[in-house]
Every structure is written in structure tokens, then in C-alpha cells.
């Protein structure tokens, strides 16, 4: 015990309570109930009814449906909460605690122990990070699956093991979102150039074991009904696409500020556009500069790869995906930024001073954060709705512009109101919510960030 409470491990879990603090703190005003949420929370609803829930959520690109890992683990957290809205906004906070974790581990076994604590400084405290943590839907379980992959890719090398932390790696992606499938092209693509040890026997059964329990409840859906979720899939690379554009400018624009957002997180104006992109080229001439390291070789054109082969493709594959799938470049880039430290730790006042500009611009945004249409907000408003109008004998009209989801059905449902949605012919206790508030010029009677609520009265 004495052993591994020790002073590293103590100023581990100081980083990781600091970046739980802040990711907590004030949480209600800062996290989203839309649509996505309101369909987990009720799915996972169904989980502690005893439903066995077999897919998850529908992706954005030809409506297949993911594995239902994050609904299992949303109904673990509301089980805990005893259904509250809140609760799967817990689930991706302690799933961006785990990522951190996760990056500091990768760093401290693959690149150095000292890169390790600074990135996890970094990720802990970093505003980018936090606003994605307290979003809760199922992409939050997608870094850290991207991180067991480069692990068992960059393991694979030597050690047969790597093979079982890449099915495990695939498997939770796939909880998470499609992107998990375009992951694996720039591995696949690394292990041509540095050829993989041979796994054995016992590891190839593990390995598809992994895969089979990971895949299992959509296998199981499909064969009951016609294969459709695999249909699905294969359509997905058919036809033309669902008309998105990706120009190469926006692609570097994303690929720079998934990194510099890291360190530098203003997005303002021109001057923080060029210090985004120039903090991206520096980190990509480092890299490739270190494929003549015969150390850090492997690693560093594995995160190379993984970075420049999904931007390649969303370029080439114009109208299938949107930039935003980008996001599974962001863990290799991180750790690129850590291949880059290493290169500069003797630099330490440069680096402290990083640090502490960092530590201050991530602070700043932080406490300059605002996001409309907050849960917070909603459930003010229904407290409204039931200090007017109570818990039954009314109806509500929603009314709301092109993009903004509501969710207000799940808040219902879990206070326990009951009333008519929408408002049925001869009610006269009506109430309107409406977002963002004036829409349509309509005049509230109050307005909660952004969003308005009008009570017509009896």
C-alpha cells in the first residue's frame, strides 16, 4: 500500500480530481438535454424495466445503428441517480476522467513519464476537453477507445498482447460511433509498412472472442430481422453521400484546432487562426522529423498515419461524412504533442511557461462558458410549468426553431407530469415553451437562457 501511495501516484490523482472539479462544477448549466440524450435516457430506461436493448443509436450516415454498450452504461448511472436527467452526464464526465487517465498511461509507458504528468495537466484542465466530457451521448466513449487502439497497434509490434487491446479498442468504439470502421484504415495501412509480431493461437481466439461478445447484441438483431442493421452498413458506402462538403481548408482548420485547442484554446480571431495552424505544422514536421529516430519511429508514423489518413479520406470521399468525424484524430494528436515535449524537456522555462499561459487561457473560457438551452434551464422551466399549472390536467405546446431539440418528454416523465403534448382541442390551461425564446417574434412570459415559456392561464 505504502508502495503505490506514492508521491507520483498522489500527483496523479491531484491532476484527475482538479480536472473532475471542473468538469462538475456548476454542471447543470453547462450540459445538454436534446434530442440524443432524451432517446438514451429513455432507452435506458427500458434497460431497467428489463428490456433487453440489442442496437444502440442510429449513426448520422445511413441510419445503422451502433453497438448499445453506452445505453447499458447510461441505465448503470440512472439506476444510481434513480432515473434523473443528470445522470448520463455523470457517465461521460467519468468516461473523460478515464480518458485522461488513459493518455497519461499511453504517454508514461510509450513515450516518457515526464511527458505523461504535462499531458495530463493538459487534458485535465483543458476547455476543449471539459465542454466535449459534459456532453453526454455516445461519442464520449469514443477517445478513449482511440487510445486502446494506438496502444494495441503500437504494441502489436512486439508483443502478440497488442492484438487483444485492439479488439477491445474496436469493440468499444463501435460502442460509440461509426467512425470506429474509417479508425482502422490508417492502422491497417501501418502494419503494411512495420510488419505486426504473429500472434498465437491462444491470443487469435481471445482476440476474436473479444470481438464476437462486443458484436453479439447486433448479430443477435440482425439474424431475428432480415439483416437490416447490416444492409445498412453496406448502403452506407453506396451512392452519394448525404451532400456534405469538406474543403481541404476546413480540414486543416479542424485537424489544428483538435490539438492547439489543447494548449491554446481562444478561436477569436485571424492571429488565433494562425497560431492554431502553426502549432499544427510544428507538431507534424516534428513528427516527421522523428522518422529518422530509430526510437521513436514506430510510434511516431503510427500517429502520423492515424492523423493525415482519416484527413486524406474525408477529402477524397467528399458528401459521405462531415469534418466532424475528424474527431478520432484528436487522441493522436495529443499524443504527438507529447512526442514533441519529449523532444524540448530540457527547455523547462519554455515549457513551464506554456503551462502556466495554458493553465490561465483555459481557466478564462472556462469561466466565460455559456451554453444556451441548458438542462438547468429546462428544468426551471418545468418547475415554472408545475408551480402554475401542478402535475396534471394541462397541455403543452412545443414550439421550436429548425435544430433545436427539446427533451422536456423525458424531464416530464421523470417528475412525474401528466399532460398533453401537444395540447388537446378544448384545453384552456395551456403552456407554450418556446426556443430559443422570440422565436417567430412570439413575446414570453419568461425566458431562461435562451429558452421562453408563455402561460395562457385558465
Not at 9 to 32: C, D, P, Y
Not at 289 to 308: A, D, G, M, P, Y
Request: aromatic residues 16%; hydrophobic residues 50%.
Amino acid at each position: 500500500m505504502k508502495r503505490f501511495l506514492n508521491y507520483k501516484t498522489l500527483l496523479v490523482l491531484l491532476l484527475l480530481t482538479v480536472g473532475l472539479f471542473l468538469r462538475l462544477n456548476n454542471l447543470e448549466s453547462k450540459t445538454l438535454f436534446d434530442a440524443d440524450q432524451e432517446w438514451l435516457a429513455f432507452r435506458a430506461k427500458d434497460v431497467l424495466s428489463g428490456d433487453i436493448v440489442l442496437l444502440g443509436p442510429v449513426t448520422s450516415v445511413g441510419n445503422f445503428s451502433i453497438g448499445p454498450g453506452f445505453i447499458y452504461l447510461w441505465s448503470f448511472f440512472a439506476f444510481l441517480t434513480h432515473g434523473n436527467p443528470i445522470s448520463g452526464v455523470y457517465l461521460s464526465v467519468s468516461l473523460g476522467i478515464l480518458t485522461c487517465l488513459s493518455i497519461f498511461l499511453f504517454a508514461k509507458y510509450f513515450i516518457g513519464e515526464k511527458v505523461a504528468y504535462i499531458l495530463l495537466f493538459l487534458v485535465s484542465i483543458s476547455f476543449s476537453f471539459i465542454f466535449w466530457d459534459q456532453i453526454p451521448w455516445a461519442p464520449s466513449l469514443f477517445y478513449l477507445s482511440q487510445i486502446i487502439l494506438l496502444a494495441g497497434a503500437y504494441l502489436s509490434i512486439k508483443n502478440d498482447l497488442g492484438y487483444l487491446f485492439l479488439s477491445v479498442g474496436f469493440i468499444v468504439g463501435f460502442q460509440s460511433h461509426f467512425g470506429i470502421f474509417l479508425s482502422l484504415l490508417p492502422i491497417l495501412i501501418y502494419f503494411i509498412f512495420i510488419r505486426p509480431k504473429k500472434p498465437s493461437l491462444k491470443i487469435l481466439l481471445m482476440s476474436f472472442g473479444i470481438l464476437f461478445i462486443g458484436l453479439l447484441p447486433n448479430i443477435t438483431f440482425d439474424v431475428f430481422n432480415n439483416f437490416i442493421n447490416l444492409k445498412r452498413f453496406i448502403l452506407i458506402f453506396k451512392g452519394d453521400g448525404l451532400d456534405y462538403f469538406t474543403s481541404l481548408g476546413k480540414i486543416i482548420k479542424t485537424l489544428a484546432y483538435n490539438v492547439s485547442s489543447i494548449v491554446y484554446p481562444r478561436q477569436i480571431n485571424l492571429l488565433d487562426s494562425i497560431i492554431s495552424k502553426g502549432f499544427l505544422a510544428l507538431l507534424l514536421v516534428s513528427g516527421i522529423r522523428l522518422l529518422l529516430n530509430n526510437k521513436e519511429r514506430n510510434l511516431s508514423l503510427l500517429l502520423l498515419f492515424t492523423i493525415t489518413i482519416p484527413a486524406v479520406f474525408f477529402y477524397v470521399q467528399q458528401g459521405k461524412f462531415s469534418e466532424y468525424y475528424l474527431m478520432m484524430t484528436v487522441p493522436p494528436l495529443i499524443l504527438l504533442l507529447g512526442l514533441f515535449i519529449k523532444q524540448i524537456l530540457k527547455r523547462k522555462f519554455l515549457i513551464i511557461t506554456v503551462l502556466i499561459i495554458s493553465l490561465f487561457l483555459n481557466l478564462i473560457s472556462l469561466k466565460n462558458q455559456k451554453r444556451l438551452y441548458n438542462l438547468s434551464a429546462k428544468n426551471k422551466i418545468t418547475r415554472i410549468i408545475i408551480e402554475k399549472g401542478g402535475k396534471e390536467g394541462y397541455g403543452i405546446s412545443l414550439t421550436t426553431k429548425l435544430g433545436d431539440a427539446f427533451g422536456f418528454k423525458y424531464i416530464f416523465d421523470y417528475l412525474k407530469i401528466k399532460s398533453d403534448v401537444p395540447p388537446k382541442k378544448g384545453e384552456t390551461k395551456i403552456f407554450s415553451v418556446i426556443v430559443p425564446a422570440g422565436f417567430d417574434g412570439i413575446k414570453v412570459y419568461k425566458e431562461i437562457d435562451g429558452i421562453g415559456l408563455i402561460w395562457q392561464g385558465i
